[in-house]
């Protein structure tokens, strides 16, 4: 039973252009949104967070969408820069610790 | 390295072999968890210390799992009798307060159980 679903194992882009990853979730009771980016060979590193409060946050490069109603998240990149290639997980805070993971998206970018 | 920092990078074991990985987290960091991550999956949540306490170790496979943060910073996780199927690669990550809003995660440990 995945609570949090990742449906594109990858994604390639062009440089400059705009990436956007997805995210579904399941319980409507989740209330904080995250994402991480995961290189090769290292642990994630906390990306950007969105609490249900609201739908939209933005961190430079980085906008993170939630709505809602559809259980949908979306984390847009732009412009997508080499350095961004990488494995991205959405997750979900069920409780004051613990997260559900999504499966993950490894996003290509193409010089 | 003012990071999450966990031992052995690598650890093959033969089925049965008792395993123990370690974790440093970042000094001062109140909470720390061990997550379990298969190819291709995201991370599984084992075990939850805040401080010293254990609050939740729900999500261990098993009782052949313990873990174990005696006094409040540095962790141990010990597979005993290990089996392929706990083959993975286990992450520790540690957050400064208790509202774990950032999570700052170590490289992991690959462990392969032959």
């Known amino acids: 039973d995945q609570q949090v679903k990742q449906n594109s194992p990858s994604l390639s882009v062009q440089e400059g252009r705009i990436s956007i990853l997805n995210c579904d979730y399941t319980?409507?009771?989740?209330?904080?949104f995250l994402w991480y980016k995961k290189y090769p060979a290292e642990g994630p590193t906390f990306l950007i967070s969105?609490?249900?409060i609201k739908d939209k946050n933005e961190d430079g490069r980085f906008t993170v969408f939630l709505n809602k109603s559809a259980k949908h998240l979306s984390l847009h990149i732009v412009p997508s820069q080499p350095g961004d290639s990488a494995v991205y997980f959405c997750?979900?805070?069920?409780?004051?610790?613990?997260?559900?993971w999504g499966a993950g998206t490894k996003l290509i970018i193409k010089p | 390295g003012a990071g999450v920092s966990q031992s052995p990078r690598y650890k093959v074991a033969k089925r049965g072999q008792d395993v123990a990985l370690r974790c440093d987290p970042i000094?001062?960091?109140?909470?720390l968890f061990w997550y379990q991550q298969a190819l291709g999956q995201g991370p599984e949540f084992l075990t939850y210390?805040?401080?010293?306490?254990?609050?939740?170790k729900s999500g261990l496979p098993s009782d052949r799992f313990f873990a174990e943060r005696p006094e409040g910073s540095v962790s141990t996780l010990k597979i005993q009798r290990t089996q392929q199927e706990d083959s993975a690669v286990y992450l520790c990550?540690?957050?400064?307060?208790?509202?774990?809003?950032?999570?700052?995660f170590g490289s992991g440990t690959q462990l392969s159980v032959l």
């Open positions: 990550a540690s957050s400064p307060t208790v509202l774990n809003e950032k999570l700052f």
């Open positions: 000094s001062g960091h109140v909470s």
């Open positions: 210390f805040q401080n010293e306490a254990q609050l939740d």
């Open positions: 319980n409507s009771m989740f209330d904080y």
């Open positions: 969105i609490s249900s």
């Open positions: 997750a979900s805070q069920n409780s004051n610790y613990q997260l559900i």
